[in-house]
């Protein structure tokens, strides 16, 4: 493998018991082969920890990015394909082992805006092997709420809630996880078979923002008027 941007980093960060590239990899020894599809490349470090566990192991990682990222890494057990990776016929028809055979993980740090998120999952679930699982990068606010940081701190958590809002919708068929560290990371975990549906996303009831900054205020009123 060759990497245009790293040389010895990915191995560094898998000594890292907490990273979150070690808590993806870890996952990828538990599987034979494993197939990995990758939404969001960049400069190419996750990509370069996937592929260096692939040529270990005999597995294989497709990489999707909407810029052209092809040159980032040189590896027999990598394909990448410059696309909107919401675009999944497309992508198949270029990837066709994926829509035959499935894969076993699923990376998404493309494009962090919730709508987006949630489509990615709803679109690819299908394609996700039982036990395979979905990670989802950057879905923890606390960092960006130390700064202050009103844009990313809305964005993080919107994407947290329509993370949760599938996993609400598909109890049956997913096993939720959440780590902190790293900006986030959560995890799906498939129960279902291979080329099963999700369920539809259906909303579940929330109190408004309101509520929340009154709160206080009404416990206090309640507390007053119990004792009274």
Same mark, same amino acid.
């Given at each position: 493998?060759?990497?245009?941007?790293?040389?010895?980093?990915? $191995?560094?960060?898998?000594?890292?018991?907490?990273?979150?590239?070690?808590?993806?990899?870890?996952?990828?020894?538990?599987?034979?082969?494993?197939?990995?599809?990758?939404?969001?490349?960049?400069?190419?470090?996750?990509?370069?920890?996937?592929?260096?566990? +692939?040529?270990?192991?005999?597995?294989?990682?497709?990489?999707?990015?909407?810029?052209?990222?092809?040159?980032?890494?040189?590896?027999?057990?990598?394909?990448?394909?410059?696309?909107?990776?919401?675009?999944?016929? =497309?992508?198949?028809?270029?990837?066709?082992?994926?829509?035959?055979?499935?894969?076993?993980?699923? =990376?998404?740090?493309? =494009?962090?805006?919730?709508?987006?998120?949630?489509?990615?999952?709803?679109?690819?679930?299908?394609?996700? %092997?039982?036990?395979? +699982?979905?990670?989802?990068?950057?879905? @923890?606010?606390?960092?960006?709420?130390?700064?202050?940081?009103?844009?990313?701190?809305?964005?993080?958590?919107?994407?947290?809630? +329509?993370?949760? @809002?599938?996993?609400?919708?598909?109890?049956?068929?997913?096993?939720?996880?959440?780590?902190?560290?790293?900006?986030?990371? +959560?995890?799906?975990?498939?129960?279902?078979?291979?080329?099963?549906?999700?369920?539809?996303?259906?909303?579940?009831?929330?109190?408004?923002?309101?509520?929340?900054?009154?709160?206080?205020?009404? $416990? %206090?009123? $309640?507390?007053?008027? $119990?004792?009274?």
């Amino acid at each position: 493998m060759i990497n245009i941007n790293y040389n010895d980093e990915p $191995r560094k960060k898998l000594i890292d018991k907490n990273s979150h590239l070690r808590i993806m990899t870890d996952f990828l020894l538990t599987k034979e082969k494993p197939v990995i599809l990758e939404f969001g490349v960049e400069r190419g470090l996750s990509t370069n920890i996937f592929i260096w566990l +692939a040529e270990q192991v005999g597995g294989k990682v497709y990489s999707i990015d909407i810029d052209d990222c092809s040159k980032v890494v040189t590896s027999k057990h990598w394909q990448f394909l410059q696309s909107d990776d919401l675009k999944i016929e =497309y992508i198949l028809s270029k990837f066709p082992e994926i829509k035959d055979l499935g894969v076993d993980l699923i =990376y998404i740090d493309s =494009y962090h805006e919730n709508f987006h998120v949630q489509k990615l999952i709803m679109l690819w679930f299908k394609y996700l %092997k039982k036990e395979g +699982a979905i990670f989802v990068d950057d879905v @923890d606010s606390e960092p960006f709420r130390r700064n202050k940081d009103i844009w990313n701190s809305i964005v993080y958590d919107l994407t947290d809630e +329509a993370i949760k @809002d599938f996993y609400y919708s598909n109890k049956e068929n997913v096993f939720y996880t959440r780590y902190f560290g790293e900006n986030g990371l +959560a995890k799906l975990l498939k129960l279902s078979e291979l080329f099963s549906e999700p369920n539809n996303i259906k909303k579940i009831w929330s109190y408004s923002i309101f509520i929340k900054i009154i709160y206080p205020y009404l $416990r %206090k009123l $309640r507390k007053l008027f $119990r004792f009274r």
